[in-house]
């Protein structure tokens, strides 16, 4: 039998092009549920155009249900496992992928994620096969807190499964599931998504120290309005404006700055473009989503620009005076307690550290 991309449940943002759905930001992709003894898929990417360092990584997890009628289809922690089943790396244009298999019949709940992220290999499929029979959804829509995560490497969960000077990044280190902003939704139960991209910023991605004009080749306003404009533009396509009733959320969650802060150096006329930058960021998420909270955080990998960033907040709160906005401001890692991944990113101890602040800070809210 054959699932249709109708026949899924999707997640995140996508982007369909010549009968294959592409699912490439952090934690996106789809879930089913059938009873059965096999389901494959084939995985579409562009990953041959990367090198073996930078493959696009799927994971795949599965739940085994005691029946057809446990699977509810409302959301997507329901009857989540604590880690993955198979990782799988994306080296071919196409890869057929076992995405479950037993010799006896049972029911189980499938879903496949992009753990890598989106400005490396893509994933996309056209449709799942089983040996089996799908079972649908018995419940409505969920109801669940909606969350817009809009972040850099840090949010990707670049580097966790590294070490600092042992490792150098790869994306099969790569894990969108053990990074704050996927901990943070599983606790409070939210439906997600994320947009976000390593050595990102506002103003500049990271430079190195010696470089003294900005690196506007990818930056966050210029990304996040669209669906998926890298793939869009690898693809040849005029980029598609992302749809808000696709998903609008009641929180907007904004890490961004660390990679600002490799340019601005202290000097006073970047960091007012970086202050003038995140206001007007802030007011163009605002726009978009005008029924949302703002939430805004930074300090992991370094706090230069977490007053500025509050700076920022402080301006735009007093032209919109209505719109509820918070500062969180998250203690840099603790290289002896928690110990330091792969190029100096924070391992999954500090992840875990800093989804319970962030958990705190929007319960209290």
Partial sequence: MKLTLNNLKWYGRNLDYNGIRYFDYSASGFEFCFTGKKAVCTIYSDSPNYDEANKGVVGVYVTELSSAAEYKGASYWENFPEDLCQRIILK????????????EEKTVLIRVLKI?????????IKEVEIDGKQ???????????????????ITCGYGIEGVYNVD?????????????????MKALGAEFQECCWSGIG??????????????TSVVMPSIWPY??????LRLGLEPEVWDESKFSPDLVILHLGTND??????VEERRLAYVSGVRQFLEAIHRRSPKARLLVCLGVMGESLCDSQAEA?????????????????????????????????????????????????????
């Avoid at 890869?95 to 010799?103: C, G, M």
């Avoid at 890598?116 to 996309?124: C, H, I, M, Q, R």
């Avoid at 669906?227 to 869009?232: G, Q, V």
């Fill in 313 to 365: 907040v402080k301006l735009f709160s007093q032209d919109f005076k209505n719109v509820p906005v918070k500062v969180v401001r998250f203690p840099v890692q603790d290289e002896e307690k928690e110990g330091v991944a792969a190029d100096w990113h924070p391992k999954a101890e500090t992840h875990q550290r800093v989804a319970r602040q962030l958990v705190d800070a929007i319960k209290n809210w």
């Fill in 135 to 153: 079972n649908l959804p018995t419940a409505a829509a969920s109801t669940a807190m909606k969350v817009e995560i809009i972040g850099d490497s």
């Fill in 168 to 184: 150098g990044f790869k994306t099969s280190q790569e894990r969108a599931d053990k990074a704050y902003g996927f901990l943070t």
């Fill in 227 to 232: 669906t998926d404009k890298s793939l869009s």
């Fill in 92 to 103: 071919d244009e196409k890869t057929e992928a076992v995405l479950f298999e037993s010799t």
């Fill in 202 to 215: 506002i103003i500049s991605k990271y430079v190195d120290p010696s470089v003294n004009v900005p690196d």
């Fill in 116 to 124: 890598s992220e989106v400005n490396f290999g893509s994933a996309g």
């Fill in 261 to 266: 802060a490799s340019f601005v150096r202290d």
